[in-house]
């Protein structure tokens, strides 16, 4: 791994702790939470892919009790079942539910972007901006380039969340962020350079929107940036969800 992507990898790291939820699990059974968390996150695991419990605790060198508990917290919040006779895998929710996940995403942080045009101070939106106009990497189906990537997606809703200024509410939805996250990632090899370009000229738009303090623009613009999400990293067809329409323009 080049330093580069050690760099974007802390970073990424960084943002995940940021959004981490104050109810997980301690100990060495947090340290394996943790560690897969971070794992689904990135895309390592696909959807539906089984997890054996003693692979884990050889691969973790712990005993089968503490990767029970970090499995049962990830069942909790979302990134695992458990089915009896058979095991642990990683879920498969189907299109229609991975559209409407982000449907209702969007609401959310399109409230959170009226927020930050509401409330921004100082050079915080200049900020937003230079973020939201990073070039897009090249080579998306390179390690590098997506890490890349990735690292300014996160960056811009970081700052996004900066400017809203309302931090018990971004505590409230990290788990839905951190799936969002997931959920995207196994869309990640699919995701073409055009399309990458369209969700930065999106992003740019919504920088502006907030700085110009344009309250109903930016809610609206982020809303369908985030919506649209799974279309464009290809998880799901335009058709998963008639419910997109309502917000195409």
């Known amino acids: 791994m080049t330093q580069h992507e050690s760099e974007a990898l802390e970073s990424y790291s960084g943002m995940r702790e940021r959004l981490r939820p104050g109810s997980a699990p301690s ?18 695991y696909a959807f539906g892919e089984p997890l054996s419990i003693t692979q884990l605790a050889q691969q973790f060198d ?5 990767v029970g508990v970090a499995i049962s917290h990830l069942r909790s919040i979302g990134y695992v079942d458990i089915i009896p006779q058979v095991g642990c895998r990683v879920v498969s929710p189907s299109a229609n539910e991975i559209v409407d996940f982000f449907l209702a995403m969007g609401k959310m942080e399109g409230a959170v972007a009226g927020f930050a045009a509401r409330r921004h101070q100082g050079s915080e939106a200049a900020v937003l901006s230079r973020i939201a ?3 897009t990497p090249g080579r998306l189906d390179e390690t590098s380039g997506r890490i890349e990537y990735i690292r300014t997606v996160n960056d811009f809703h970081n700052q996004i969340w900066r400017l809203a200024r309302s931090p018990t509410l971004e505590d409230r939805v ?10 995207l990632w196994q869309g990640a090899p ?8 369209q969700l930065n000229r999106e992003r740019v738009e919504i920088a502006a ?9 930016a809610e609206t613009l982020m809303e369908r940036h985030i919506a649209n999400k799974p279309m464009v990293n290809g998880i799901a067809s335009e058709l998963a969800s008639p419910g997109l329409s309502g917000i195409r323009q």
């Open 174 to 183: 990290a788990r839905l962020r951190n799936l969002s996250i997931f959920y």
């Open 190 to 197: 699919k995701l073409a350079p055009v399309a990458a370009r």
């Open 133 to 135: 106009s990073r070039p």
């Open 62 to 66: 712990a005993s089968r009790q503490p």
């Open 27 to 44: 100990g060495k059974a947090g340290e394996i939470a943790d560690e897969l968390e971070r794992r689904l996150m990135l895309g390592a």
């Open 209 to 217: 929107a907030v700085a110009l303090r344009d309250v109903a623009a």
